[in-house]
């Protein structure tokens, strides 16, 4: 028992190894496994009406990237126009914040003595070189980003056609990778596998529907608002929200500091608050519940480790894939745990007999 168990355990460490090094290129990999995932019932009910998988695969793969080139290429020239037009009133932008902070500051120095403004001031002259330096870096990472750059484009030109091969390949690939199963333990391997595949399709069906219906509403919402850039800011924050709690405090915060650097009255900032506070409530006790669902069953508490965690080892992959992959992990160790407590190891040896 003990050999087979320090193989597998062995395995797992060189793969978790092997996908840490890799990281950097793991991005479109990630995205067309995701895409196929999502499309193989598809490509299973074209198939099972007479079409060649091949030929499903083909239609699916190319229906799907047009319909989100068609989608991208409809709201390009509107993101265009909203962001050169808030470029445009930028300066206006910041003179009128300047003007509303102004009397805040002169009652801040008014208050401050003279003796702590002098020690503010030398403070902030020594940070300045820190903060030159920072800058400086920062540009000289901006401008050699050839790698956020190479992967944006193997993103847009590699995710395609590992979507296609992924999703042509699924079953085959499943029923491989079922032969290699040790034949002692696949009836318990394959429950697994299935309470995992029911988890991620639900959650990931579900929360795609919710992503979409809450860039609708807020783009909607913030438009009719006034917000200069609302449909930039609204499907970037309907987006995000496949960051449970961060995406959707992110989008917010964004948006209300836009609204206060472009209204000059408190009334529209409080609607632009008042538009994301509505998307959370709608998200939190109606789409997430209807269409989502418990399917993660995760605690609270681990959500947003998991994104912490996934972020600092695999960067935006990570987040992307952390509240999956911590499902994943919640399936497998339910599993362990019901198992522990099946155990000798807890129930305890037989009893002790009685002398005789």
């Known amino acids: 028992m003990k050999r087979p168990m320090g193989f597998w355990l062995i395995s797992l460490a060189v793969f978790l190894v092997l996908l840490y090094l890799l990281r950097a290129v793991l991005l479109p990999f990630v995205a067309g496994m995701a895409a196929a995932y999502f499309l193989d019932p598809l490509a299973d009910r074209m198939?099972?009406?007479?079409?060649?998988?091949?030929?499903?695969?083909?239609?699916?793969?190319?229906g799907f990237f047009a319909l989100a080139?068609?989608?991208?290429?409809?709201?390009?020239?509107?993101?265009?126009?909203?962001?050169?037009?808030?470029?445009?009133?930028?300066?206006?932008?910041?003179?009128?914040?300047?003007?509303?902070?102004?009397?805040?500051?002169?009652t801040v120095l008014?208050?401050?003595?003279?003796?702590?403004?002098?020690?503010?001031?030398?403070?902030?002259?020594?940070?300045?070189g820190t903060a030159l330096q920072w800058a400086i870096k920062v540009m000289a990472e901006i401008l050699t980003g050839g790698v956020a750059f190479l992967s944006l484009l193997s993103l847009l030109f590699i995710t395609p056609i590992v979507t296609f091969y992924l999703l042509r390949d699924w079953d085959k690939m499943v029923t491989k990778i079922d032969s290699w199963l040790p034949r002692a333990h696949?009836?318990?391997?394959?429950?697994?596998?299935?309470?995992?595949?029911?988890t991620l399709a639900g959650f990931v069906r579900g929360q795609g529907l919710v992503?979409?219906?809450?860039?609708?509403?807020?783009?909607?919402?913030?438009?009719?608002?006034?917000?200069?850039?609302?449909?930039v800011v609204g499907v970037l924050t309907g987006i995000a929200t496949v960051i449970p709690y961060l995406g959707g405090i992110a989008g917010m915060a964004v948006g209300v500091g836009l609204a206060v650097a472009q209204f000059s009255s408190w009334t529209p900032?409080?609607?632009?608050?008042?538009?994301?506070?509505?998307?959370?409530?709608?998200?939190?006790n109606v789409l997430t519940p209807l269409?989502?669902?418990?399917?993660?069953?995760?605690?609270?508490?681990?959500?947003?480790?998991?994104?912490?965690?996934?972020?600092?080892?695999?960067?935006?992959?990570?987040v992307f894939l952390a509240v999956p992959?911590?499902?994943?992990?919640?399936?497998l160790a339910r599993f362990a745990l019901a198992r522990y407590l099946a155990s000798p190891l807890y129930q305890g040896g037989p009893p002790p007999s009685k002398p005789s």
Request: proline share 4%.
């Open 69 to 106: 080139g068609l989608m991208v290429a409809l709201l390009i020239p509107l993101i265009q126009s909203q962001v050169m037009a808030f470029a445009g009133r930028l300066p206006d932008y910041i003179d009128s914040l300047s003007a509303r902070l102004k009397p805040m500051l002169e």
């Open 291 to 318: 269409l989502v669902g418990d399917r993660i069953r995760l605690h609270p508490v681990w959500i947003p480790f998991a994104l912490l965690a996934g972020g600092a080892l695999f960067g935006f992959v990570g």
């Open 110 to 128: 008014a208050v401050v003595p003279q003796d702590d403004l002098d020690r503010l001031r030398e403070s902030a002259e020594g940070y300045a």
């Open 325 to 331: 992959v911590a499902a994943v992990i919640g399936v």
């Open 47 to 62: 198939e099972r009406r007479g079409f060649s998988r091949s030929w499903a695969t083909a239609v699916i793969t190319v």
């Open 269 to 284: 900032v409080a609607m632009v608050l008042a538009v994301h506070l509505v998307g959370q409530v709608l998200e939190g």
């Open 211 to 231: 992503c979409v219906i809450l860039a609708v509403f807020y783009a909607l919402g913030l438009t009719l608002v006034g917000l200069d850039i609302g449909i």
């Open 186 to 198: 696949a009836a318990t391997i394959r429950e697994q596998v299935r309470a995992i595949d029911g």
